[in-house]
């Protein structure tokens, strides 16, 4: 099993600044890693797919990158909206999909 | 409208049953692997089972292998999620959610907003 490990597991950033989250992996993805946004009370939602790709209606203040087993969410310049908990997910060897333990995005 | 809606949630005592439905629309539901993915009170998320939309194949999570069955009614646009001998540790949100590739499961772009399942005595 592919094990998957965010962080920080929490990260305090002001609104308007860069917010950098990190995800590794077990053992190699290739590019095989998506991302998730979460809020309180709500289903997750996909982000990011094949590790740099947004997926339809993502802004572009969010981006992804890495390869392999280091992979990371950049989000530019945050906004209120974006205060909530991002997991990554691979998707390279299942079964077991497996997720990040999460990271959560907090208000400085 | 893409849409994902599950039901069947509730409390049931420890050992007991429980099924879960998800209902599809604005899709050609046939065509989709379906994914089952759950999420205990203040945890991260767990996947729980797939049926592959191209083979039909099934897949479980150690954690419900033997006690979780996982099915579709593709004439109904419906899947499922029979749990069976359910313990305190099953206590979670289920979600329904659906895979972009038909052949190889990868990541899931459609989420439902979950059905509540709580064991407990």
């Known amino acids: 099993e592919i094990v998957m490990t965010q962080s920080p597991a929490t990260l305090s950033v002001s609104p308007g600044e860069r917010a950098t989250l990190s995800c590794r992996a077990s053992q190699s993805l290739g590019s095989n890693l998506a991302w998730y946004q979460q809020k309180p009370g709500q289903a997750p939602r996909l982000l990011i797919y094949a590790a740099s790709t947004r997926a339809t209606g993502i802004p572009a203040r969010f981006s992804g990158s890495g390869f392999g087993t280091e992979f990371t969410l950049t989000i530019s310049s945050l906004q209120s909206e974006d205060f909530a908990v991002y997991y990554c997910q691979q998707y390279k060897e299942w079964p077991p999909y497996t997720f990040g333990q999460g990271t959560k995005l907090e208000i400085k | 409208e893409v849409q994902l809606v599950e039901s069947g949630g509730g409390l049931v005592q420890p050992g007991g049953s429980l099924r879960l439905s998800c209902v599809a629309s604005g899709f050609t539901f046939s065509s989709y692997t379906m994914t089952w993915v759950r999420q205990a009170p203040g945890k991260g998320l767990e996947w729980v089972s797939f049926?592959?939309?191209?083979?039909?194949?099934?897949y479980y999570a150690d954690s419900v292998k033997g006690r979780f069955t996982i099915s579709r009614d593709d004439a109904k646009n419906s899947l499922f999620l029979q749990m069976d001998s359910l313990r305190a540790e099953d206590t979670a949100v289920y979600y329904c959610?659906?895979?972009?590739?038909?052949?190889?499961?990868?990541?899931?772009?459609?989420w439902g907003k979950g059905t509540t399942v709580t064991v407990s005595s």
């Open positions: 959610a659906r895979d972009v590739d038909n052949v190889t499961p990868d990541y899931m772009d459609v």
């Open positions: 049926i592959i939309g191209s083979s039909r194949d099934i």
